[in-house]
């Protein structure tokens, strides 16, 4: 029945190849359940074993090729991906349901970070210290870790893939990536370029299938010397625990409930224009997506009715078309998943004020599209304050100093974004110094992060690592620290210069 329908392969070993069993599985569009993108692999622990060995044998070529040259390669990437951009932000654009101009960004986002990465490359830099010690020379120098294992998300499928694969390949490794279940095309791509950029075969390698058939055994393969996982809080900790008895290291970016402070003296429409951009944008589908906002009492009243009206607005429906702002959540269950919530927050006794459905009728019987929905008179118990939603939803908490909205932002589990509307610096600085989150920003919303500085959270959200910017490479490397004794003599250290 799906005879027409393109079939994608695995990339294992610098070959396109399907996966053992045979078997694919459907990606459609969520924004048009009709549109079928195309077949990928349903590969289990036998493809992982193939990419992975793939990945082990490539490793000693790989690390041995100087820096510089392994950053020419990424430049290539990066190069490529720049012509390729309209296609990929497209093809994204169906298999994920965001709009084009965020498609574009996701793509732009990849791209930045090859060209970063690939000038990391000849930077890559250690540090040379005096010894305590005469005609003694001391420095640290970076080394690769082996064969890397990676597990992405659906919500940014080319520039996540990108945060992790970049920095792993200049610091000498190797990779196996499996890619979201929902969005294999964007990594597809991703190797495609990687295969015309000339890195030898089996550097990368790309498995596509389930959480529970690729995921699975590729975290827990002891080959692998550090998974580097994006999503849930509840799969991070499997990662943790699969990685714990071998103190396998794994990097965890999970989730997120992102609070946006307005103060009384805020520039309101600029706090508007933020927070609708924070909410909505992606379909609230980010890990920083603004899932709160914290409003001063006394301008609560007219930021919450100017919101809900300019949310009312929001034209919702296919990414392709230019003129709408807004796609469809990922898949049926993200949909459901929202839609629980919402039926959460009416129980809890929050206040509705617009949204709150499916949308159906017409084109949108096909695809999972949710109205931006927005809750008012949310208190801090309640689930929809504390709870990761990842969709269309915001509520609305009010508070009466900046001291009470900083409480609030913190109040939650998770610690990835936030940000405050504010003119006054001191209270900027103030919260920015206070609230305890990973990123932060000042008159901006939640989302926006560039990849030049850190990403990640705290509490939840993360286990201390950071994506992007310099901090990805302590992720991707491990220290060596050297000694060199030109003394010729045998010098104890902290023994024979002691006095
Ligand atoms: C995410 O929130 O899931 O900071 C990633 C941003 C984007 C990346 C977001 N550059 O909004």
């Given at each position: 029945?799906?005879?027409?329908?393109?079939?994608?392969?695995?990339?294992?070993?610098?070959?396109?190849?399907?996966?053992?069993?045979?078997e694919?599985?459907?990606?459609?569009?969520p924004?048009?359940?009709?549109?079928?993108?195309?077949?990928?692999?349903?590969?289990?622990?036998?493809?992982?074993?193939?990419?992975?060995?793939?990945?082990?044998?490539?490793?000693?070529?790989?690390?041995?090729?100087?820096?510089?040259?392994?950053?020419?390669?990424?430049?290539?990437?990066?190069?490529?991906?720049?012509?390729?951009?309209?296609?990929?932000?497209?093809?994204?654009?169906?298999?994920?349901?965001?709009?084009?101009?965020?498609?574009?960004?996701?793509?732009?986002?990849?791209?930045?970070?090859?060209?970063?990465?690939?000038?990391?490359?000849?930077?890559?830099?250690?540090?040379?210290?005096?010894?305590?010690?005469?005609?003694?020379?001391?420095?640290?120098?970076?080394?690769?870790?082996?064969?890397?294992?990676?597990?992405?998300?659906?919500?940014?499928?080319?520039?996540?893939?990108?945060?992790?694969i970049f920095?792993?390949?200049?610091?000498?490794?190797?990779?196996?990536?499996?890619?979201?279940?929902?969005?294999?095309?964007?990594?597809?791509?991703?190797?495609?370029?990687?295969?015309?950029?000339?890195?030898?075969?089996?550097?990368?390698?790309?498995?596509?299938?389930?959480?529970?058939?690729?995921?699975?055994?590729?975290m827990?393969?002891?080959?692998?010397?550090?998974?580097?996982?994006?999503?849930?809080?509840?799969?991070?900790?499997?990662v943790?625990?699969?990685?714990?008895?071998?103190f396998?290291?794994?990097?965890?970016?999970?989730?997120?409930?992102?609070?946006?402070?307005?103060?009384?003296?805020?520039?309101?429409?600029?706090?508007?224009?933020?927070?609708?951009?924070?909410?909505?944008?992606?379909?609230?589908?980010?890990?920083?997506?603004?899932?709160?906002?914290?409003?001063?009492?006394?301008?609560?009243?007219?930021?919450?009715?100017?919101?809900?009206?300019?949310?009312?607005?929001?034209?919702?429906?296919?990414?392709?078309?230019?003129?709408?702002?807004?796609?469809?959540?990922?898949?049926?269950?993200?949909?459901n998943?929202?839609?629980?919530?919402?039926?959460?927050?009416?129980?809890?006794?929050?206040?509705?004020?617009?949204?709150?459905?499916?949308?159906?009728?017409?084109?949108?019987?096909?695809?999972?599209?949710?109205?931006p929905?927005?809750?008012?008179?949310?208190?801090?118990?309640?689930?929809?304050?504390?709870?990761?939603?990842?969709?269309?939803v915001?509520?609305?908490?009010?508070?009466?100093?900046?001291?009470?909205?900083?409480?609030?932002?913190?109040?939650?589990?998770?610690?990835?974004?936030?940000?405050?509307?504010?003119?006054?610096?001191?209270?900027?600085?103030r919260?920015?110094?206070?609230?305890?989150?990973?990123?932060?920003?000042?008159?901006?919303?939640?989302?926006?992060?560039?990849?030049?500085?850190?990403?990640?959270?705290?509490?939840?959200?993360?286990?201390?690592?950071r994506?992007?910017?310099?901090?990805?490479?302590?992720?991707?490397?491990?220290?060596?620290a050297?000694?060199?004794?030109?003394?010729?003599?045998?010098?104890?250290?902290?023994?024979?210069?002691?006095?």
């Amino acid at each position: 029945m799906n005879s027409d329908a393109k079939v994608y392969k695995n990339y294992i070993n610098g070959e396109w190849v399907e996966s053992v069993s045979g078997e694919t599985y459907e990606n459609r569009n969520p924004a048009d359940k009709r549109e079928l993108i195309g077949l990928f692999q349903k590969s289990d622990s036998r493809d992982v074993d193939a990419a992975i060995t793939a990945a082990a044998e490539a490793y000693d070529e790989w690390r041995l090729t100087p820096a510089p040259k392994r950053g020419e390669i990424l430049f290539k990437a990066a190069q490529l991906l720049k012509d390729r951009k309209e296609e990929i932000a497209r093809d994204m654009t169906r298999e994920m349901g965001k709009i084009l101009k965020e498609t574009r960004g996701d793509t732009q986002e990849a791209i930045d970070m090859g060209f970063y990465m690939a000038g990391e490359g000849r930077r890559m830099f250690g540090e040379t210290v005096p010894s305590e010690m005469h005609n003694k020379f001391q420095m640290s120098i970076r080394q690769p870790m082996g064969v890397i294992g990676m597990i992405t998300p659906w919500n940014f499928p080319i520039a996540i893939p990108s945060w992790k694969i970049f920095p792993a390949l200049v610091c000498g490794n190797t990779v196996v990536i499996k890619p979201a279940t929902y969005t294999p095309l964007s990594v597809l791509h991703f190797m495609e370029i990687f295969e015309e950029s000339g890195i030898p075969k089996g550097v990368v390698n790309m498995v596509t299938g389930s959480g529970g058939a690729v995921g699975d055994p590729l975290m827990r393969d002891k080959r692998i010397k550090l998974v580097s996982f994006t999503g849930s809080s509840e799969v991070g900790r499997l990662v943790s625990e699969a990685c714990a008895p071998d103190f396998r290291h794994c990097m965890l970016e999970m989730g997120g409930k992102n609070g946006q402070l307005v103060m009384d003296d805020a520039d309101l429409d600029l706090a508007l224009e933020g927070a609708l951009w924070g909410a909505f944008g992606t379909t609230g589908q980010r890990c920083t997506a603004t899932s709160r906002i914290i409003v001063h009492k006394d301008v609560i009243e007219e930021f919450t009715e100017r919101f809900v009206e300019r949310a009312k607005k929001i034209k919702i429906g296919n990414g392709l078309d230019e003129s709408v702002e807004m796609g469809p959540a990922v898949s049926e269950s993200q949909m459901n998943t929202v839609l629980n919530y919402i039926e959460i927050g009416k129980k809890e006794g929050a206040r509705l004020l617009c949204g709150g459905e499916r949308l159906t009728g017409g084109d949108y019987d096909y695809g999972w599209f949710t109205q931006p929905t927005v809750f008012g008179d949310v208190k801090e118990d309640m689930r929809i304050f504390q709870e990761e939603i990842f969709g269309s939803v915001v509520s609305i908490a009010s508070c009466d100093s900046l001291e009470d909205g900083i409480n609030k932002l913190n109040n939650v589990p998770y610690g990835l974004s936030a940000s405050i509307y504010s003119k006054n610096v001191n209270r900027a600085f103030r919260a920015m110094r206070d609230v305890y989150t990973g990123i932060f920003y000042i008159n901006a919303p939640t989302i926006g992060a560039e990849i030049s500085l850190p990403f990640g959270g705290t509490k939840i959200t993360g286990n201390g690592h950071r994506e992007a910017g310099k901090q990805a490479l302590e992720v991707f490397s491990e220290w060596k620290a050297v000694y060199i004794d030109f003394s010729g003599v045998l010098q104890r250290a902290q023994i024979d210069n002691a006095e």
